[in-house]
């Protein structure tokens, strides 16, 4: 049997993406920003993890001061391996989102939350 592609999700991602999502053929698995306790943590992501794509909200990945870690810090594993991790963000916001974020590299990508659904359809047929 063909392995599914799994999503990791962030806590409040919308469940009618998810819920689309596995209608689409996805499984989904919940994740963690590594301080909210939703799921795995994506800063301990392996090689092994079979984690196609992670989805979430700008402000997941954004630690509070009080945390000490960065948002590099949170998505290290997902640049290192590659993994696409697509958050969304309102278009009009993605000017000052992205200065926020600085350069984390092409797989960390913000994305109008009108376009989530059609960007993991893409990725689906990928």
């Not at 919308?14 to 698995?29: C, E, F, K, N, R």
């Not at 945390?67 to 391996?81: M, W």
């Not at 926020?100 to 047929?125: C, F, S, T, W, Y």
């Amino acid at each position: 049997m063909k392995r599914k592609k799994m999503v990791g999700y962030f806590e409040g991602t919308d469940s009618p993406w998810l819920t689309t999502l596995i209608a689409q053929g996805w499984d989904t698995m919940p994740v963690s920003n590594g301080y909210d306790g939703h799921g795995k943590n994506v800063a301990l992501f392996t090689s092994q993890s079979k984690v196609d794509v992670v989805i979430g909200y700008l402000h997941k990945v954004i630690a509070p001061l009080t945390a000490e870690i960065s948002t590099r810090d949170i998505l290290h594993a997902c640049i290192t391996y590659d993994i696409p991790v697509l958050l969304a963000c309102p278009e009009a916001l993605q000017g000052a989102a992205s200065k926020i974020l600085g350069e984390l590299g092409a797989n960390v990508q913000l994305v109008d939350p009108a376009e989530m659904l059609p960007r993991m359809k893409q990725l689906h047929k990928a």
